[in-house]
């Protein structure tokens, strides 16, 4: 006789809980998932305004190449299947007040060189950065299972295979970018090497990996957008037969006799299943729906000393305008700002610019979508969230000074904005639910990198996590592989083999 369906409740239809609910399905569990927004994708998302189409999200997807691991997942979930990929030549631009730029090419070969011609002297430290490059882009990512689930057999035959990785992994996993640019004699150099990403503390190792990735062409940038990408992922768990409801935002994980039962919607209704996996926010889940009674002392101390990604500010201009002139890049331009400027309380001397050229989907014909972000501080826009009129006049003065700023160095842009939107920390927690905003859980610094986050809560059983809160570094392909992670680990509780399909 055939056994009966087992149930799991999915709390989020971000790339994680979509994730969990397709390889559910795949696996004969009955799922369900429940949404507190409108649409699927959680922080993996798109907006329209005006006839622009704002994306909130990818700038590059690893996993992209059929070359690369990873693709046979984003296969498994239906969301690479006809859709264009771009793979840019330039990552990102650094530019400097004398007129030159740091060009982060994803060619290996092409970025030793211009390091090579921008800081002759320093030939030593670039070459150590380039071998450790090569390293990193000759290794994929295993997906075969979970940490968890590797035995020590497994354990021995993965180091045996990448020996030469782990070797590079622990020489750069404790070097921060701004300590390895003090290696630097070249002062060019010094200044717009740790601006590959901006923030304190930052691990080597990740921007490694970051950039073998884009080297072997495996980390392109989806034509169409986040959204049009959550959404395939939405039909394929659709498909499978799986459950979604949107605007049932969870109030509480139900727990009887120290398993998880089931979950309390914002309306009072109840609903149970045989497993609960949550893969919101890991604050709120931990500390709302949980009411903080299932932590250990390493949990604790994760939410309340390990650092986070800082929320952002994003400010998005529709421009009729093509750029043709500027280069398609996939991480933008960095450029120094004639006097600092104060945007929500911080001084930046800097403008972080994005320009989708390079995505005609975005705008209408001869028009561009272009992006400015920053780091901003939650709590100022906390405490201004709580006067509804000034909220508002802070998002229009900072869109005035945006595009005052950029008509500087592109005269006549002011005159050809036709749309204006502006997010905030606020809107990150408005419609996902993220801790302070943060866009993506824990920051990858050289104590936080891959530190072992346990998917399971102590005290509490037939529950599990998944997402950003216990993948550190976050990004969409780790909230996918981690949505499939706990399948198979329920699987392998049931005495079941994981099983996957391709449509």
């Known amino acids: ?32 998932i429940f949404e507190m927004h409108h649409r699927p ?24 190449s059929p070359a690369s691991n990873f693709y046979r997942i984003w296969q498994e979930l239906g969301a690479v299947q006809g859709r264009r990929m771009i793979y840019h030549e330039e990552f990102m631009r650094i530019e400097g007040r004398d007129g030159k730029s740091f060009i982060f090419y994803t060619d290996l070969d092409r970025l030793e060189q211009h390091m090579k011609d921008l800081a002759p002297g320093d030939r030593d430290v670039i070459e150590d950065f380039s071998r450790g490059l090569r390293i990193f882009a000759k290794y994929d990512m295993p997906i075969d299972k979970p940490p968890e689930l590797y035995s020590l057999l497994d354990l021995l035959k993965l180091l045996s295979t990448r020996l030469p990785l782990m070797r590079a992994f622990m020489k750069w996993k404790n070097v921060s ?45 989806p034509i169409g957008g986040s959204l049009e990408f959550s959404k ?68 604790r101390t994760c939410y309340e ?11 998005a201009l529709g421009i009729a305008r093509p750029f043709d002139e500027t280069p398609p890049l996939a991480a933008g331009t960095s450029f120094p700002l ?33 992006k400015v972000m920053f780091e901003s501080d939650y709590q100022y826009w906390k405490k201004l969230g709580e006067s509804p009129e000034h909220y508002r006049a802070e998002k229009e003065r900072l869109a005035d000074t945006v595009v005052a700023l950029l008509d500087r160095r592109f005269p006549g842009l002011a005159a050809q904005v036709e749309m204006r939107d502006v997010a905030t920390p606020l809107t990150y927690e408005r419609y996902t639910g993220n801790w302070k905003g943060s866009y993506e859980g824990w920051l990858p610094t050289t104590k936080a990198l891959f530190m072992n986050m346990s998917k399971t809560l102590p005290g509490l059983g037939s529950f599990y996590m998944a997402g950003q809160w216990v993948e550190p570094g976050g990004g969409v392909p780790t909230a996918a592989m981690s949505g499939r992670n706990v399948i198979q680990i329920i699987c392998r509780k049931d005495k079941k083999r994981f099983v996957t399909t391709v449509p």
């Open 1 to 32: 006789m055939k056994r009966p369906e087992k149930s799991i409740i999915i709390i989020g239809a971000g790339i994680a809980g979509l994730s969990a609910g397709c390889y559910g399905r795949m696996n004969g569990y009955r799922t369900h």
């Open 232 to 299: 395939a992922i939405e039909r394929r768990y659709l498909d499978l037969g799986g459950e979604i409801r949107y605007r049932a935002p969870v109030q509480k994980i139900l727990v009887e006799n120290g398993r998880a039962t089931g979950v309390r919607l914002a309306d009072d209704s109840e609903h149970r299943a045989d497993y609960v996996i949550s893969a919101a926010d890991g604050h709120s889940t931990i500390f709302d729906m949980l009411e903080g009674k299932y932590v250990s002392e390493k949990i």
């Open 338 to 370: 004639e006097q600092p400027v104060v945007l929500a309380e911080k001084e930046h001397r800097r403008l972080p610019l994005h320009i989708y050229n390079f995505d005609d989907t975005l705008a209408p014909p001869g028009k561009t979508i272009v």
């Open 177 to 221: 970018l701004a300590d390895f640019a003090a290696r630097f004699r070249d002062p060019f150099l010094r200044e717009t090497f740790p601006l590959f990403w901006d923030v304190p503390d930052f691990s080597m190792a990740f921007m490694l990996m970051n950039l073998a990735w884009l080297h072997n062409r495996s980390a392109g940038y």
């Open 41 to 64: 994708g959680g922080l993996c998302t798109s907006w329209q305004n005006r006839g622009y189409t704002i994306d909130g999200c990818l700038h590059w997807l690893v996993g992209s």
């Open 305 to 315: 000393k390990n650092p986070t990604f800082q929320p952002l500010v994003q400010v």
